[in-house]
């Protein structure tokens, strides 16, 4: 897993799978793997499936990189607690998948909180050997 900085300002983690590495063969599959975690989690709320390549698509407009085949957000939220209004402002949260030719790439926004990023990191590094 990779800690970057995209566009100079914002800190996402991110690990790139090749395809032989996993037993999921799809996006779909991938997300339904983190949603069961998420599910599982005590504290954890799953929110929504966002399919960000079929809506760019559906834009006149819409530009998407011809290496990306799919690629959709999970969301969900940790909020166990509620102390200022500004924490509003960094969730939900969400890890992003996207498939190119040989490989699966996800990605999530880094949390404002440590346990929260390492649950993200968990989810998503345990997918090389959870199988559903």
Not at 43 to 61: E, G, M, N, P, R
Not at 79 to 90: C, F, I, N, R, Y
Request: include cysteine; charge should be neutral.
């Amino acid at each position: 897993m990779k800690q970057k900085i995209f566009k100079d300002k914002y800190h996402i983690f991110e690990i790139e799978y090749k395809k032989s590495e996993l037993t999921y063969k799809s996006v779909d599959e991938i997300i339904s793997a983190l949603q069961i975690r998420i599910d599982a989690h005590p504290v954890i709320a799953f929110i929504a499936i966002f399919d960000q390549y079929k809506h760019t698509s559906s834009l006149k407009d819409g530009e998407i990189n011809p290496k990306i085949k799919a690629a959709k957000n999970i969301i969900f939220c940790f909020g166990k607690e509620l102390p200022t209004p500004e924490v509003m402002a960094v969730r939900p949260r969400s890890i992003g998948v996207c498939e190119t030719e040989d490989s699966f790439i996800l990605n999530f926004l880094e949390a404002p909180n440590e346990n929260a990023n390492k649950t993200m990191e968990e989810f998503v590094k345990s997918l090389k050997t959870y199988i559903y």
